[in-house]
């Protein structure tokens, strides 16, 4: 009878500072990519804008500035979230749950290198989040009336 689960055990084992390394240039090269990708889109809208004729209409360019506004605001949110992550392996507490405390599954990092919470503190705000919407939702609809 297997009663010990060994890959188990393992996956909620503390990073061991080699694995906080491997993390850390997985983190850094996501930050170069998201950087790079980001310099590509603007140059591409940049390459777009400037071809596109006068009489063009303004519907277009605006969608474009909304799109790239939109770019911008997740890629600075993921920015922010990779820069918070590589100083929590600075300060050691990388694989800390920024909520509970408990350990984030090595599987999870791998995932999501970016990631504060463990997998159940996750859940739980995205619950929180899902009834929150549904809640709002809800009074919209009552203020039809
Ligand atoms: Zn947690």
Known sequence: MARKRPERAEENAPLTPEELE??????QDK????????????????????K?????????LEYEAAFENRLR???KYLLGKID?????IEDGEYDECESCGSIISKRRLFARPEATLCIMCKEEQEQREKGFLKKRHLR?????F
Do not use: I, W, Y
Not at 84 to 88: E, I, S
């Open 52 to 60: 596109t004729p006068d009489e063009v209409d303004l519907a277009t």
């Open 22 to 27: 491997e993390f850390k240039v997985l983190l």
């Open 140 to 144: 919209e609809e009552t203020f039809t």
């Open 31 to 50: 930050r170069a990519t998201l950087l790079g990708a980001t310099e590509e889109a603007r140059k591409n809208l940049a390459a777009s804008t400037a």
């Open 73 to 75: 605001d997740r890629d």
């Open 84 to 88: 918070k992550a590589l100083r929590r």
